[in-house]
């Protein structure tokens, strides 16, 4: 268990709607990313926070938007949802300074989402 | 842009024997080159990282051998065991906690 909890597990949804995912860091963490795992794409980062802040910003649609709240837990909102959003989304997180010594990154286990 | 690239795409090794998975990138401001293991319904579990400045790390059966100029990395598992069975991802980032950029993955099996 990395200590990263994502919610939903799995996510049946129809296009054109919106979905939102939550995740909770591990306790301490302030960075958290999300990536998109598809079976074409691969693990592809879509953003990252840094204690509320975004802090870098990868591939994401302009439908999808993130934020990061004074919690620490972020979520990631998918509208407009289209066949091709369908992957596995996971959320990461890290204690967030850049190269300082232990700043592993540590996935949740993810969310399935299906767009029917 | 793809800017690690990871062979092979899957690879079947008997029990015993040695696992080599491995990665080129192009971008020389990747600092930080870590490798996840990851088993199906799990997320990526870092497995072992290395540094450019040194050109080999070894964790257990795992290690990480580093080629600085031909900008390559490679993953050997010796004594590889079925329960080694996973999706192995190269990665690179410009510092430990940056965004990673990860290769395309291999599908490794260990026949028992």
């Known amino acids: 268990d990395s200590g990263v909890t994502q919610t939903p597990k799995h996510l049946i949804t129809a296009t054109g709607q919106r979905v939102t995912l939550r995740c909770s860091p591990r306790?301490?963490?302030?960075?958290v990313y999300w990536y998109q795992q598809s079976l074409d794409q691969g693990l592809q980062f879509l953003i990252q926070?840094?204690?509320?802040?975004?802090?870098a910003k990868g591939n994401i649609l302009e439908r999808f938007s993130a934020q990061q709240f004074p919690d620490l837990h972020s979520e990631l909102n998918l509208s407009s949802l289209e066949l091709g959003d369908s992957a596995l989304y996971f959320c990461?997180?890290?204690?967030?300074?850049?190269?300082?010594?232990?700043?592993?990154?540590?996935f949740g286990e993810g969310s399935w989402l299906t767009v029917v | 842009q793809q800017q690690v690239k990871q062979s092979p795409q899957s690879l079947i090794v008997q029990k015993g024997g040695i696992s080599i998975i491995n990665c080129a990138y192009e971008?020389?401001?990747?600092?930080?080159f870590p490798w996840y293991q990851q088993f199906p319904g799990k997320g990526p579990a870092l497995l072992i990282a290395?540094?450019?400045?040194?050109s080999e790390k070894k964790e257990g059966r795992f290690t990480i051998s580093f080629n600085k100029s031909a900008k390559q990395f490679s993953l050997h598992i010796m004594d590889s065991q079925p329960g080694d069975s996973a999706t192995y991802f190269c990665?690179?980032?410009?510092?430990?906690?940056?965004?990673?950029?990860f290769g395309e993955g291999t599908q490794l099996t260990v026949n028992p």
């Open positions: 990461a997180s890290s204690v967030g300074v850049a190269g300082a010594m232990g700043n592993t990154i540590y």
């Open positions: 306790s301490g963490d302030l960075s």
């Open positions: 926070y840094y204690n509320g802040e975004e802090r």
């Open positions: 971008n020389t401001a990747f600092d930080y």
């Open positions: 290395i540094r450019p400045d040194v």
């Open positions: 990665a690179a980032s410009k510092a430990s906690g940056s965004r990673l950029t």
